[in-house]
């Protein structure tokens, strides 16, 4: 088999900036308004809807990291009918889903229901968390980073030009 090679090589090579930037949305992020496990949830679902199998493999990780059992995590994929999520989770996944799929956006009956579970900051940090992850995917879906592989690794040493 073939070891799996990135179609770009590390951005950071090219954008020595983009570290910051990462790191800056990171922190914006985790907050403490919202639970870090409720991040990690929704940037999982968006790689699955992506088809990012690199944010796949690493929200799935981050969510191991950080305790979850692994029936939750799997049944992110399917979670309109998992019992396993809080309100708060399911209303979360719902607003990735919204932003992501084609259609109407997100109406404002949902936004209704988010804020029934989260006060502006928080609703404010589950929105800056769903743009960082679309910050994120065509990063993976252009460039293709290697699966599974940590940060600052996951980038073959391509010289295309």
Same mark, same amino acid.
């Given at each position: 088999m073939t070891e799996l090679q990135s179609r770009l090589p590390d951005p950071m090579r090219f954008f020595p900036g983009m570290g910051a930037i990462a790191a800056g949305m990171s922190k914006a992020v985790h907050n403490g308004t @919202?639970?870090?496990s409720?991040?990690?949830l929704v940037h999982l679902r968006a790689g699955q809807l992506a088809g990012s199998t690199y944010h796949t493999l690493r929200q799935t990780g981050n969510l191991r990291e950080a305790g979850e059992p692994e029936d939750r995590i799997t049944a992110v994929a399917s979670w309109r009918?998992?019992?396993c999520f809080t309100e708060a989770e399911r209303v979360a996944?719902?607003?990735v889903e919204a932003v992501l799929t084609p259609g109407p956006?997100?109406?404002d009956e949902l936004f209704a229901r988010a804020s029934a579970h989260y006060d502006d900051h928080a609703l404010w940090t589950l929105t800056v968390a769903i743009g960082q992850i679309c910050f994120f995917i065509p990063v993976a879906? @252009?460039?293709?980073?290697i699966p599974g592989r940590p940060v600052g690794q996951n980038y073959s040493p391509l010289s295309r030009r």
């Open positions: @919202i639970p870090d409720t991040v990690y009918d998992a019992t996944l719902e607003l956006g997100v109406p879906l @252009i460039a293709r980073p």
